[in-house]
């Protein structure tokens, strides 16, 4: 089995590419949910359903939409590319390609904001979702009945069952994450972040199994402050990740001293880090083996196996299917071999805790 440790719209793009090369029953993904939110009463969990349409393909045209949850699974793995037309918008890279707004439209006569865009077939996701939680079920179970009516067969897992919130630092004040990031477009300066509920969390069942069980464990391409640094302040991850017998590799997200899609170097940069691949490398160093960077940042390979990783060199920029699928075997085939233990130790966790872990605080 390989896990990977996700955010949204990279992981989602990234994932796309390692179901052509290994089978979706093998992948298990642990998701952000510090992005939820509460939007007209619906539990909303943007980066699992972003994960959920990057790998569900359309609906056969013979097949009505309402037996989606009886569908046969798509193939995918061993190279033969199951996703035909995926039902993400690519040019967004979030909610459903073709999807309309008349039910957004609705509410705003009623006076609600309507800044955050779910679309009509969107916004069904997450009416189940809420109906499932109400009754009874826990998010790991909503989350797993919803990825089976697309017809998948990965394994979701969102990082805790117990509500956590990114709030975001500025100066002026505290900010949800999604008021934050789509309501005021992150022009507000960052100046840290905030996990709420984080004291009361654990991961949620299965999420340290899967790690440990793992023969390769995945950081995707996405920001590590506030995709991946939520999942990684859950007590028992950081542990887990470096106790595992597998090798833990990481890919970059920073390109080139860039970020292709997000706010990951305005929030480096608010944190008076750089914005680099050395930087990824040095925020999870405690328990990485090996970092994944672009070709344009080779001058950097370097300074991060300074810090005892290794590294591979590579196209990460995913433009297409096919270069998805070639960055996921690169990736599968850096998860192979031994372990680096040298810099996995309780002492090197210490010391990032501040850093790597966005905030273990209370918001």
Same mark, same amino acid.
């Given at each position: +089995? ?64 309402? @037996?989606?949850?009886? +569908? ?35 509410l705003a006569r009623f006076g ?45 897992l969102p990082m805790s069952d ?23 477009? *992150? ?41 991946? @640094? ?33 706010? %990951?170097?305005? +929030?480096?940069?608010?944190?008076? +880090? ?31 196996? %300074? ?17 998805? %699928? *070639? ?14 233990? %040298? ?13 790597a872990d966005p905030s273990p @605080?209370?918001?």
């Open positions: +089995m390989i896990t990977v440790l996700s955010g949204g719209v990279g992981a989602g793009r990234f994932l796309q590419g390692l179901v052509q090369v290994a089978p979706q029953k093998d992948v298990a993904i642990v998701s952000n949910t510090g992005d939820d939110l509460e939007l007209f009463g619906l539990h909303v969990s943007p980066d699992i359903d972003i994960v959920i349409y990057h790998l569900a393909s359309e609906f056969p045209p013979d097949r009505p939409v309402n @037996g989606a949850a009886s +569908m046969p699974p798509p193939s995918g793995g061993g190279g033969k590319p199951f996703l035909q037309q995926p039902l993400v918008n690519e040019e967004t890279g979030w909610g459903l390609a073709g999807d309309t707004f008349h039910a957004l439209d609705a609600h904001e309507t800044w955050f865009a779910l679309g009509d077939r969107d916004l069904a996701t997450s009416i189940h979702r809420t109906y499932l939680l109400r009754q009874g079920s826990t998010l790991s179970q909503a989350t797993a009945e919803i990825a089976r009516a697309f017809g998948l067969t990965v394994t979701i117990e509500p956590v919130r990114t709030k975001v630092e500025t100066p002026d004040g505290l900010l949800d994450f999604q008021e934050y990031m789509v309501k005021r477009g *992150a022009r507000d300066p960052f100046r840290g972040l905030k996990l709420a509920g984080i004291e009361d969390a654990k991961p949620a069942p299965d999420v340290i199994e899967a790690i440990m069980a793992s023969e390769g464990v995945i950081i995707a391409p996405s920001n590590p402050i506030v995709s991946i @640094g939520p999942i990684l302040a859950l007590p028992g991850v950081r542990g887990a990740l470096r106790q595992t017998e597998a090798r833990v590799v990481a890919v970059s997200p920073i390109v080139g001293g860039a970020v292709l899609k997000g706010p %990951a170097a305005k +929030m480096l940069e608010g944190l008076r +880090m750089e914005v680099s691949a050395w930087q990824v490398g040095w925020l999870y160093q405690d328990f990485l083996d090996c970092l994944v960077i672009d070709v344009a940042d080779a001058g950097d390979r370097a300074r991060i196996e %300074a810090l005892g990783l290794d590294v591979v060199v590579a196209d990460t920029i995913m433009k297409g299917m096919e270069e998805k %699928a *070639a960055l996921a075997r690169r990736v599968l085939q850096a998860t192979r071999g031994s372990r680096i233990q %040298a810099s996995h130790s309780e002492q090197n966790e210490e010391s990032q805790r501040g850093t @605080g209370s918001g």
